[in-house]
């Protein structure tokens, strides 16, 4: 079906409304590959998230700048809903308590656009839900132990959106070149954490029980970074190659929480890089494969231990690491690789069907203690599967469709409290996206 001028009008009307409503709404959104979603855009997260090496859609923007250098100028908005289902455990025996988190419904905004400026440079603009977590249990599992208040809620929200600004370079016929400016927004908020009011730093230096833990409402902090890229096609195109770098997102801090991140409230995004391949093994069948790396460990609130049943850190030497401090406790995560692989097939100039893989080791040791904190942050699944498919009634128009199912996985072991915790998680998410070609 050919589109017509009202058609045309009747189109960007609600394509407008969409793209200034995903950059307005702020969503929270769950990760699942540690701290981040698996992929962005709908396309790519029905191929298991891969998106270095491949250009389907503008929202691909936020993964490979380059890669809006192959696109013909187009404008494509979507959201995906989650449904994570959480659950912990803290204790033994009569003792114990094992509670389902009620914060398992998200939805998630994305848009981005594309719009070759000239013969050598495209330019790009995307927003998305890059990651971030929550849990809300309706009983607190760590007053449990102490025999006080267990009918507290307890809980964190954290959602970090960035928006890319992004410039593609044609080096030549085969090679781009791309960059982003990441502006990020971050919002979090902790509820029930009192228990941890003696870790913290200003009770250790002064005895003082601590203002800026827990209970203080959203909290909001800006940063910025940049992610430079770069995509080839060679080979008559069969074959496409991409690398991704993107840096530190420094952040402003959490001021109402300076006395639970490191550093008085430092939650900058961790750095990270990776590699992708696209191959068309028939004009109508393509396989793709990423491989990234985060960079948990550099970002103090995230990487450093927390309060671990090994070592000489907290409480043997709370002045160097407790709650807030310098060096201060943190979640405990390591860095981590992700490996994503999918596979496109057109099936006729209508349909498009997508299928993916994507396995990364949870960043949680739960072998020394590292559960404890992550009771409230329970990103421990590993293994997803995806479908997805594109439908496009004209030469204008096309709908993606995607689906994640993220496989259960528990982590156990011993907490510094003398009681073994718990955490296990699954999730599903279905997405949906429309993209139009200007």
């Not at 793209?19 to 790519?44: C, D, E, H, Q, R």
């Not at 503008?58 to 959201?79: L, Y």
Request: with cysteine; aromatic share 14%.
């Amino acid at each position: 079906m050919e589109e017509t001028p009202i058609m045309a009008r009747t189109i960007r009307l609600p394509v407008c409304a969409a793209l200034a409503a995903s950059i307005a709404v702020p969503s929270l959104s769950y990760a699942t590959n540690g701290m981040t979603l698996i992929g962005y855009g709908t396309k790519s997260r029905g191929m298991g998230g891969v998106g270095i090496a491949t250009a389907q859609d503008a929202i691909g923007g936020a993964v490979n700048p380059a890669s809006i250098g192959f696109m013909k100028d187009r404008i494509d908005v979507g959201a995906d809903f989650f449904v994570p289902e959480a659950k912990s455990r803290l204790g033994e025996g009569d003792q114990s308590l094992t509670y389902k988190s009620s914060a398992n419904r998200f939805l998630m905004p994305a848009m981005g656009g594309a719009y070759k400026f000239n013969r050598k440079i495209s330019v790009g603009f995307s927003a998305v839900p890059y990651g971030g977590g929550g849990s809300r249990y309706n009983m607190n599992l760590y007053n449990n132990v102490t025999g006080s208040d267990v009918n507290q809620t307890l809980g964190v929200n954290l959602m970090i959106m960035q928006m890319n600004p992004t410039i593609s370079y044609r080096i030549n016929k085969q090679n781009r070149i791309g960059a982003s400016l990441v502006l990020s927004i971050q919002t979090f908020r902790a509820f029930g954490l009192d228990y941890f009011s003696t870790f913290t730093s200003i009770f250790n230096d002064t005895g003082q029980f601590p203002d800026y833990l827990t209970n203080n409402g959203n909290d909001w902090a800006y940063g910025a970074g940049m992610r430079f890229g770069w995509m080839g096609r060679f080979f008559k195109e069969r074959l496409s190659l991409g690398l991704t770098y993107t840096s530190r997102v420094y952040m402003t801090k959490f001021d109402k929480y300076r006395d639970l991140f490191a550093e008085k409230g430092s939650f900058d995004t961790p750095e990270n890089f990776g590699a992708g391949f696209a191959f068309k093994i028939t004009p109508k069948l393509m396989i793709a494969a990423d491989v990234t790396h985060m960079l948990y460990s550099n970002v103090r609130s995230v990487g450093n231990a927390s309060a671990t049943t090994t070592g000489n850190g907290f409480p043997e030497s709370p002045e160097k690491n407790s709650l807030g401090a310098t060096d201060g406790l943190g979640f405990g995560w390591s860095d981590q690789t992700v490996y994503k692989v999918g596979l496109a097939w057109e099936y006729n100039p209508q349909w498009t069907l997508r299928t993916g893989w994507n396995y990364g080791k949870s960043p949680i040791d739960e072998s020394n203690g590292e559960v404890l904190f992550n009771i409230v942050a329970p990103a421990t699944t590993q293994n997803h599967l995806t479908l997805g498919a594109s439908y496009k009634p004209s030469k204008k128009i096309e709908w993606s469709f995607s689906y994640v199912h993220a496989f259960k996985y528990e982590q156990e072991g011993p907490t510094l409290i003398g009681d073994t915790g718990k955490i296990q998680m699954y999730q599903n998410s279905v997405g949906v996206s429309f993209g139009y070609k200007l």
